[in-house]
């Protein structure tokens, strides 16, 4: 053994040989046959504030893979993790500054084949063996695995490549593909909504090579290019390749923060059905002087449309709620702790009161919990500059209903269909988008919840938020339900000011890093 301090005697470097050798059962025969080894520890290395602990890397000559780290060590190591982490982020930031530049908009088809390609790329040149797998009309799905240990535990992370579309463009503050930082964020389409959460992955990946040569774990990726219209190829892929998406749990996308900066994983999602109302009421458009004897359109729609909801945003089609899964004690003790502050939200949108009012906890209780009925888009007639008197022939109404889980598209759609019959709109046209988000959650008990709130103690210093499942639709049920992966949302870049699917969509600069941090720390945990 050679040992040499360091002269501020902070640092201790060690060279230790060991060689173990096979011992022979009561028979004689090796009992081990061919494990002798030899360790060498390397780069001990004393820090104060470890409280003692030493990191060290350990390796190991023959076939049968690296020993496993004490915690005790893992955790010094960990800490040079989270500086590479810091020391990275901003070559991390200019490859996302490339990767947002592309138009990935699906509901416009634009620039997908390029931008898959270019996502194949990044995780080959990460080490990943990648490959791109065609779907039957859509665009590419990416997939790309590095197994460093059979051994070890896999983490499956499900990213998206297409962004939504940027109207209003006059309220963007800046062309949204010309990505730029400006006042500590990230501004671009898509940096939060998710390719910002891909790059801040690979980022804690990187971190991993720098300091250990590789992640502590086994890593995939899955990376589709239709989320934003609903995923419509994609469940068919999910089916057709479930042995490969394997892993013992996954991260869907990522997480936000609070406005205060406190992390937050969710558990699962709500679902969506997306549902296209159409109101025909003559063959042609009419002079607006017909009006006192044709047929209106849009007045048709909208007395359909208040049969739905009432102000306080209760649905009101019969037998809406019966499927809904209600919340435990366990879970509701979580939101009573929450740092959630409804006023914050409130003056960020700039509006004066919550649907339903309430104080923190019921609202947020209300977000997570309940069902809704949105108006996305209504059309009818002339809506452009100036004025045009005439009575349409047609009105068109977008409507979003969020699901929690239990709650089937399927089902739901024919509650709605059988609602306006029984209220004489039987006329109204109802056209369901090939949406393929089922609401899905997982158990607060599951591996990779607890690994995702060690992780973030160790890179914030505290736990983070946990909510039972977003208010928003995403992947979770392709891999709760099909592939059995229990997956959550987090760690993320984004926060609840990110403007993700708005005019001016962001992220904040330490949020970027923290999650970097926080995902580099999970891998350790799982």
Same mark, same amino acid.
């Given at each position: 053994m050679r040992t040499r301090r360091s002269s501020t005697s902070k640092v201790v470097v060690a060279y230790v040989s060991m060689t173990c050798t096979p011992f022979r059962s009561s028979i004689g025969s090796p009992a081990c046959a061919a494990r002798s080894r030899t360790y060498s520890f390397r780069a001990i290395r004393w820090d104060p504030r470890a409280r003692g602990c030493i990191a060290a890397s350990l390796h190991a000559s023959g076939s049968y893979g690296p020993p496993t780290f004490p915690r005790r060590v893992r955790g010094l190591v960990l800490t040079d993790v989270l500086a590479r982490v810091e020391a990275d982020a901003g070559k991390a930031l200019e490859l996302l500054k490339e990767y947002v530049r592309f138009p990935t908009i699906s509901?416009?088809?634009?620039?997908?084949?390029?931008?898959?390609a270019f996502v194949r790329r990044l995780l080959v040149e990460n080490g990943f063996e990648a490959r791109e797998y065609p779907t039957d009309g859509g665009p590419n799905v990416v997939f790309g695995q590095m197994i460093v240990? #059979?051994?070890?535990?896999?983490?499956?992370? &499900?990213?998206h490549y297409d962004v939504q579309p940027v109207d209003p463009l006059n309220e963007w503050k800046r062309d949204p593909f010309d990505p730029a930082i400006e006042e500590g964020k990230f501004w671009g389409r898509g940096c939060a909504d998710t390719k910002g959460n891909l790059i801040m992955q690979l980022l804690a990946v990187q971190a991993w090579q720098g300091v250990e040569g590789?992640? !502590?774990?086994?890593l995939k990726f899955v990376v589709e290019g239709e989320e934003e219209v609903g995923s419509p190829h994609f469940g068919s892929f999910v089916h057709a390749n479930q042995e490969i998406l394997h892993a013992d749990g996954a991260t869907i996308e990522g997480g936000d923060h609070l406005h205060e900066g406190t992390p937050k994983i969710e558990l699962g999602c709500k679902g969506i059905l997306y549902v296209e109302m159409t109101s025909r009421t003559a063959k042609v458009d009419q002079h607006s002087s017909y009006a006192a004897i044709a047929p209106n359109p849009a007045w048709r729609l909208i007395h359909a449309l208040m049969t739905l909801r009432d102000? @306080?945003?209760?649905? @009101? $089609? !019969?037998g809406w709620y019966k499927d809904a899964r209600r919340p435990t004690a366990r879970e509701l003790r979580y939101l009573q702790a929450s740092a959630f502050k409804a006023d914050a939200l409130k003056e960020f949108w700039g509006v004066s009161e919550f649907v339903g009012g309430g104080n923190d906890f019921e609202v947020l209780r209300r977000l997570i919990y309940s069902p809704t009925c949105t108006i996305c888009g209504f $059309?009818?007639? &002339?809506? #452009?500059?100036?004025?045009?008197?005439?009575?349409?022939a047609v009105a068109k109404a977008k409507i979003d209903f969020r699901l929690v889980p239990n709650m089937k598209q399927a089902t739901q759609f024919e509650k709605l269909r059988d609602h306006l019959i029984a209220k004489g709109f039987g006329d109204i046209e109802l056209s369901p988008a090939k949406e393929a988000l089922e609401a899905a959650a997982i158990s607060l008990s599951a591996r990779v919840v607890k690994a995702a709130i060690k992780g973030s103690v160790d890179? &914030? =210093?505290?736990? !983070?938020?946990?909510?039972p499942w977003s208010a928003g639709a995403s992947a979770h049920g392709f891999f709760?339900? $099909?592939? =059995? $992966?229990?997956s959550i949302s987090g760690p993320g870049v984004s926060y609840d000011g990110s403007n993700y699917h708005a005019p001016n969509e962001h992220f904040r600069m330490e949020d970027f890093v923290g999650g970097a941090k926080h995902m580099a720390a999970m891998m350790a945990r799982l």
């Open positions: 509901a416009h088809k634009r620039a997908q084949p390029e931008t898959a240990d #059979e051994r070890k535990p896999t983490l499956l992370m &499900y990213q590789r992640p !502590p774990i086994n102000a @306080k945003g209760r649905i @009101k $089609v !019969p $059309v009818s007639g &002339y809506i #452009e500059q100036g004025t045009k008197t005439v009575n349409p890179a &914030y =210093g505290r736990e !983070p938020e946990v909510w709760n339900e $099909v592939v =059995g $992966v229990p």
